[in-house]
């Protein structure tokens, strides 16, 4: 296999969620998978993004990493429950996304006017053949597609040392360390896909990567997190889950540390416009996972989500003061206006009360009770 996609890299970073995880001279594993910059050359991962879309038999996942890279040459593996198809996936997904995350105000009244407004401080609101049959080969390459600057294939095998020394003689120069972690795939029947850039291609893999899409069939949503255990760096990922409903994190990559979720509300992608057209249309939930691994070494799991009990929504919030009013009066000048007119309307009724009955100048009542004398 000789042309490997550009932007298949690029793809299939996105695709995998990339972590910085050493592999060979040197090469860089990935929670999805393991990625390998060119001889003599250096990448790393300061931040992995990933969107989880699941429908209960499909997944589509799209991935974008930034990394730091002085390599114009690199390919990447990342191991999937199912043959996948790839595709590059639309740039500004990532910030429509963010743009439905954004916080909410938590709104704080106060009465009197003040100099002064909003507060703006943030706060988060969590097998072999049968005998006399044909023998498979070891490593069997499923499918190789053409994606822009990128070619990738789908790879099966069960044995771990096979696909080892496969990918190695493919241009995918994988550390003993790495090639063993391929044993936790291998052993539930996952498959792989291999991207790697064409050769003599320009690309620039140092900065923001254009994102990838894999779309595979499963009947759990997972995002592979297991390689990333040989990382030598601490690892940043965000994960963020589409389904009809809410999605937990039933697995996280380190056993005894759950994460609860940073946001969860419905967004409908239909107001996306083309950022969307890699995913469904229409109203989902987005579940929103962002987790730091600072010591990596911990990682034995992937992630793994299933629906919530309820569709609880979560934001994170600011701090925002508004002026206390009513029907747009502030409430101070209503108080100002009645409070004046209400002592006088008391002092009247008191005063009222307190008024001699007979005043000076009324005629006396008639005198009943005077005696004749004779």
């Known amino acids: 296999m ?28 990935c929670g999805c998978g393991a990625m390998i910059p060119g001889s003599g050359g250096t990448m790393s991962v300061a931040r992995e993004e990933a969107v989880v879309e699941f ?3 499909t997944e589509d996942v799209v991935m974008r990493f930034s990394t730091q890279s002085n390599v114009t040459d690199a390919a990447w593996v990342m191991p999937v429950p199912a043959p996948a198809t790839a595709k590059l996936a639309n740039v500004s997904l990532f910030g429509d996304l963010a743009f439905a995350e954004e916080p909410v105000p938590a709104v704080h009244h106060y009465f009197w006017p003040h100099l002064g407004g909003s507060t703006g401080d943030y706060g988060a609101v969590a097998g072999g053949a049968m005998d006399g049959a044909p023998r498979q080969p070891a490593v069997q390459v499923l499918s190789d597609q053409q994606i822009g600057e990128f070619e990738v294939a789908n790879l099966a095998s069960t044995d771990p040392e096979a696909l080892g020394d496969w ?6 120069t994988l550390k003993a360390g790495t090639a063993s972690r391929l044993a936790a795939y291998t052993s539930q029947g996952w498959k792989f896909v291999a991207v790697r850039l064409a050769t003599g291609s320009t690309a620039d893999l140092n900065g923001i990567l254009d994102p990838i899409s894999l779309s595979f069939p499963t009947k759990t949503a997972v995002y592979p997190m297991r390689l990333s255990a040989g990382a ?3 690892q940043n990922v965000e994960v963020s889950v589409l389904a009809p409903h809410r999605m937990d994190a039933t697995s996280t990559p380190v056993a ?9 509300d419905w967004i409908d992608l239909s107001d996306f416009g083309p950022s969307s057209t890699t995913l469904a249309s229409g109203r989902m939930f987005l579940t929103v996972y962002d987790a730091s691994f600072n010591q990596p070494s911990l990682i034995t799991q992937d992630y793994t989500f299933a629906p919530a009990a309820s569709d609880w929504v979560q934001h994170s919030t ?7 009013a009513w029907l747009g009066i502030p409430a101070y000048l209503i108080v100002l206006l009645v409070l004046p007119a209400g002592l006088a309307l008391a ?17 006396p009542p008639p005198d009943h009770l005077s005696v004749r004398t004779q």
């Open 2 to 29: 000789r042309r490997w996609v550009t932007k298949a890299l690029t793809l299939a970073l996105a695709a995998g969620g990339l972590q910085a995880v050493w592999v060979a001279d040197p090469a860089w594993a």
């Open 55 to 57: 429908d209960g038999t």
């Open 167 to 172: 990918l190695n003689q493919h241009g995918f």
């Open 232 to 234: 030598t760096t601490p």
């Open 256 to 264: 005894d540390q759950p994460e609860t979720s940073t946001f969860g």
């Open 318 to 324: 600011y701090d925002q003061e508004e002026l206390l």
């Open 347 to 363: 002092g009247r009724w008191v005063w009222r009360r307190r008024a001699p009955r007979n005043p000076a100048g009324s005629p």
